[in-house]
Nanobody
Framework: QVQLVESGGGLVQPGGSLRLSCAAT????????ITWFRQAPGKQREGVSS????????EYSDSVKGRFTIDRDNGANLVYLQMNRLQPEDTAVYYC?????????????????????WGQGTQVTVSL
């Protein structure tokens, strides 16, 4: 099974950028759909961006499309989330999760039930 560890969170001013990393051990990310989720206080966990392990296809939620970019380094077994033009509403704990390849192909990449493996999360705070 795969273990995931997120890093790169922090405090940033509105309009700033952060780059989150999701490091995987125990298995190759080539065998998984990897998705970044976030959860703000008092809100449900929501999908932000997903990348297919099979061909690197990506998907984004409407709230981050055009501002966030997901990519991966297969050799290092890492997935990144580059977050630009951050806004206060992006404040949340960000989690990476690993699920089966078919989660992406089926279109269910933002469904929480599709994911068996989760990191511990990293806090992102956007504030003056």
């Amino acid at each position: 099974q795969v273990q995931l560890v997120e890093s790169g969170g922090g405090l940033v001013q509105p309009g700033g950028s952060l780059r989150l990393s999701c490091a995987a051990t125990g298995d190759s990310l080539d065998y998984y759909t990897i998705t970044w989720f976030r959860q703000a206080p008092g809100k449900q966990r929501e999908g932000v961006s997903s990348i297919s392990g099979s061909d690197g296809s990506t998907e984004y939620s409407d709230s981050v499309k055009g501002r966030f970019t997901i990519d991966r380094d297969n050799g290092a077994n890492l997935v990144y989330l580059q977050m630009n033009r951050l806004q206060p509403e992006d404040t949340a704990v960000y989690y990476c999760a690993a699920g089966a390849l078919y989660a992406f192909a089926s279109g269910n990449y933002f469904e929480l039930d599709e994911y068996d493996y989760w990191g511990q999360g990293t806090q992102v705070t956007v504030s003056l």
